[in-house]
């Protein structure tokens, strides 16, 4: 196995010296390229030393943290090609790793001075190897730190060099592991490491015939993982140190020490991990030491507008949406929402855990106008400390509020749409610039948000209002119908009010007005625009008939139905349609001359013609003026007969149609999809 080991290291020399030479050839295209060989060139000393003089030797040693390093360094010099506002964090976790191999080396060089001491020579031994096994696991972490935030177009040609570094470093990781463990030689594992080696050159042969460009992109988020999973290993190390150390020093209560030592440590961090506020604690200090900027303005926009932009059924209201993004930017655990009203009051609309008494109304228009002025937002710790007469007006009764602690003004073209009060962090601090900034970005986003839904709903209201005017000038055009036939009626009345035969008539015209009358009222009711009869299988001819029959004791109208035409349509719209186009046709045509309702077949559809010999329309007034609302050729017209009549055979899936000539009269057709009868109708309904 000696030999083996001896033969594969010297393999794995000649194969990093063939890449240092070749990566000489780019060594002006950057300091990564530098890097890189230099790296080469060491791993391959590194290799030499261990195959001719020994894994164990001081040399051997020095040179495997040059390795480490020349690695390092390189993946470091990939990194500064990223934003350098973010890299204080990044090069502080390198300089950690770094600060580690730089110990490995000292303890290295002091080693050979302890042999005769067998106690500080095990401790030493034991710490080295300790040493070993967190280079290897930081360099990992590293390694997926970096591969992970490579721009997405760079992680084809990143992929292999960083396969080679994590197959070096995870085998490295093992030998120290096991020898930690075994606390003896691990010279098979020794012997290996020279084919890992052999195999990690030929990975970084492969990504070095790629004309690769690798760019990074720092993560706040990837860094802060980072540092914990460092964290993590840190505290096992301490754990492992502390075990061994005890072991070394020997003694009855060894056993007892150990066991108390790592209860107490499980304890701590049973304490500390799941609580929220030294997680805070620990982000707010990171975030103030590691990084130039409190906020990674990016991750916060894209959480800021993923939160307010939510949708679907279970999302929150927008109200609670826009307090819990803006909550979100500082960790603030809620806040509220504050609107202001038409009587210059800030009321509340809306609340995320805020579980505190809420503010007392009061009188808010020196304050709405303060913050429209200037956009400020406000510092109630400070309004609660500073001397009276100092303050911003009207926010006593919002610092009175103990955990409120920022008030965000929302504004949308210079107009407070809304005022968001938040609560204190769990770990409190005092504003600063960035959050004055930050905030105020938000809260301007926020209002143009809550303005767009007001908006909507005013619009929404206003179209509900349109609507209903639009049904009261149809019905009042009804009505004029309804009272024109009465006034007929009463007129006849006194001539005829002796006729058994015209007072029969005239209880059923009566009956008719009023049934006419109570449908009208229905149309106005609030949900009468979404309602309707369902469509279903009608005699078109039936249809006609009737209508005929009721403006008979009006007016002459004659029908010519083609029997047995069918189809599937909501009735009452189409009553309502041709009734209409019947009472226009009636009201264009002289006294005695009838009106023809006519019912044909054609290519599949059914035709439905009202035909009058009245004065007829121009062709520019069909064209411009016909449908629309409250154009009218008629004295006292209201206009909106045809435009009702075109939007309800629309309604039902027709079309209407209309030809004239002016003094010989006027057309409309009503143009439906017929049905097949005999499935639908039975043979007395079909005859009509």
């Not at 083996?4 to 194969?15: D, E, N, Q, T």
């Not at 069918?566 to 719209?573: G, M, N, P």
Request: hydrophobic residues 50%; proline residues 4%; charged residues 20%.
């Amino acid at each position: 196995m000696l030999g083996f080991g001896v033969w594969m290291h010297a393999l794995a020399a000649l194969a990093f010296g063939i890449l240092a030479v070749r990566q000489l050839r780019h060594w002006r295209q950057g300091a990564r390229s530098r890097h890189l060989a230099g790296a080469f060139a060491v791993t391959s000393a590194w290799a030499i030393l261990v195959a001719f003089v020994g894994a164990s030797s001081l040399a051997a040693g020095l040179a495997e943290s040059g390795r480490n390093f020349a690695f390092l360094s390189f993946m470091y010099a990939i990194v500064r090609s990223a934003d350098v506002e973010r890299q204080r964090a990044v090069r502080i976790v390198y300089g950690v790793i770094g600060g580690v191999i730089g110990l490995q080396i000292t303890i290295a060089g002091v080693l050979p001075r302890f042999e005769t001491e067998p106690l500080a020579y095990q401790a030493l031994t034991s710490t080295a190897q300790m040493l070993g096994l967190l280079i290897s696991a930081g360099a990992l972490v590293l390694v997926h730190n970096l591969y992970g935030q490579a721009a997405p177009d760079s992680r084809s040609g990143l992929k292999l060099p960083m396969i080679a570094l994590a197959a070096m470093w995870t085998y490295d990781l093992h030998l120290y592991t096991t020898g930690y463990l075994t606390r003896s030689p691990v010279h098979d594992l020794i012997a290996f490491r020279g084919l890992v080696l052999v195999l990690v050159a030929s990975l970084f042969a492969a990504a070095t015939r790629r004309d690769t460009e690798w760019r990074f992109q720092l993560s706040r988020a990837a860094t802060f993982q980072s540092l914990s999973a460092i964290a993590i290993f840190l505290y096992l190390m301490v754990m492992m140190s502390a075990t061994r150390a005890l072991e070394i020093v020997g003694g009855d209560w060894v056993r007892l020490g150990q066991v108390g030592l790592v209860s107490a440590m499980i304890a701590l961090a049973g304490l500390v991990l799941p609580s929220g506020r030294p997680r805070a604690w620990l982000r707010v200090m990171l975030a103030k030491h590691f990084f130039e900027h409190r906020y990674d303005y990016r991750e916060e926009w894209l959480r800021f507008t993923r939160t307010v932009g939510a949708a679907g059924h279970d999302a929150p209201p927008l109200g609670q949406r826009v307090v819990k993004a803006i909550a979100d930017i500082a960790e603030s655990p809620g806040g509220l929402l504050l609107a202001p009203d038409e009587n210059g009051r800030l009321v509340v609309e809306a609340r995320v855990n805020w579980h505190d008494p809420l503010p007392q109304a009061g009188d808010d228009a020196a304050l709405i106008a303060f913050l429209e002025q200037t956009a400020h937002i406000l510092d109630l710790d400070a309004a609660r400390t500073a001397p009276t007469g100092q303050t911003t007006p009207s926010t006593d009764r919002l610092a009175a509020l103990e955990i409120a602690w920022a008030g965000v003004p929302l504004l949308h073209s210079d107009r407070l749409v809304g005022l968001v009060i938040l609560q204190h962090p769990q770990i409190r601090r005092a504003l600063d610039w960035e959050d004055f900034d930050l905030f105020r970005a938000a809260g301007i986003q926020a209002a143009s948000y809550l303005a767009e839904a007001r908006s909507q709903e005013a619009l929404a209201n206003a179209q509900r209002f349109d609507e209903f005017n639009r049904r009261f000038a149809f019905i009042l055009h009804d009505i004029k119908n309804l009272v024109s036939q009465l006034s007929l009626v009463a007129r006849n009345a006194e001539r005829h009010a002796d006729n058994p035969a015209f007072r029969q008539d005239m209880i059923a015209t009566l009956q008719s007005s009023v049934k006419k009358m109570n449908d009208l009222l229905a149309r106005l009711s609030r949900n009468a625009g979404a309602e309707g009869d369902t469509p279903r299988p009608t005699s078109l001819g039936h249809i006609l008939s009737a209508l005929a029959e009721g403006k008979r004791r009006l007016h002459p109208v004659e029908v010519a139905a083609q029997p047995g035409l069918v189809s599937v349509v909501d009735a009452r719209a189409l009553e309502q349609a041709i009734t209409h186009l019947l009472q226009n046709a009636i009201d264009a045509s002289d006294g005695g001359a009838p009106v023809l309702l006519r019912l044909r077949a054609e290519d599949g559809t059914a035709l439905i013609e009202i035909i009058d010999n009245g004065a007829g329309m121009s062709a520019e007034f069909i064209r411009g003026r016909l449908f629309q609302p409250f154009a009218s050729t008629k004295d006292g017209g209201f206009g909106v007969g045809a435009f009702e009549a075109r939007a309800l055979v629309g309604a039902i899936g027709g079309r209407l149609e209309v030809a004239s000539i002016e003094g010989e009269g006027t057309c409309f057709t009503i143009i439906l999809p017929l049905a097949e009868p005999s499935h639908y109708l039975s043979p007395e309904r079909m005859r009509a």
